[in-house]
């Protein structure tokens, strides 16, 4: 037995118009419930911060009277860089990083003397070149134009936003 899954001769543009209805409907409830748990999560991000932000604040202190301490002693480190706690440990590390302050004098400077492993390049295909070159009749390998009709629609964006609101207010 053949089951036709799309045959929609028999629709008729009123069919089109309950159609779009239905997902505008939907899209709404959808759009409704994700601004619902939006705001849930901005309140609950809120009562974190307020609750957390007199031990931040301590973090925040503590963590200047530690580094002071560290670096006022670094002859407690010379042998054993960190001292280990029950809590974690503490200490000196070695840390060497790379500032780039003139990308285009670097990228000069490795160029001129080969070091292609000191910049990097990416290579990707461009959409509308592309398209140039095969509307101007070249064979591109591992590229095809596609042209045709696309089904599609849209739902009015301030339905859309004003049911946001709606749960937000």
């Known amino acids: 037995?053949?089951?036709?899954?799309?045959?929609?001769?028999?629709?008729?543009?009123?069919?089109g118009e309950k159609l779009l209805e239905r997902i505008a409907?939907?899209?709404?409830?959808?759009?409704?419930?994700?601004?619902?748990?939006?705001?849930?999560?901005?309140?609950?991000?809120?009562?974190?911060?307020?609750?957390?932000?007199?031990?931040?604040?301590?973090?925040?202190?503590?963590?200047?009277?530690?580094?002071?301490?560290?670096?006022?002693?670094?002859?407690?480190?010379?042998?054993?860089?960190k001292h280990q706690t029950s809590f974690g440990s503490f200490g000196l590390e070695k840390a060497t990083r790379i500032e780039i302050d003139d990308a285009a004098r670097v990228i000069e400077w490795a160029h001129k003397h080969g070091y292609d492993d000191c910049v990097r390049t990416t290579h990707r295909p461009e959409k509308p070149a592309l398209r140039a070159r095969i509307e101007a009749g070249e064979d591109v390998p591992g590229a095809t134009l596609l042209t045709g009709d696309i089904a599609k629609y849209a739902i009015d964006r301030t339905l859309l936003d004003a049911a946001a609101e709606s749960v937000a207010e």
């Open 25 to 81: 409907h939907a899209q709404i409830r959808i759009v409704q419930e994700e601004a619902k748990q939006e705001a849930a999560i901005a309140r609950a991000k809120s009562r974190c911060a307020a609750n957390t932000a007199v031990d931040r604040a301590t973090v925040g202190s503590l963590e200047k009277q530690l580094t002071t301490l560290i670096l006022a002693n670094p002859q407690w480190f010379r042998r054993l860089r």
């Open 1 to 15: 037995m053949t089951t036709h899954l799309a045959d929609t001769r028999a629709l008729t543009l009123t069919d």
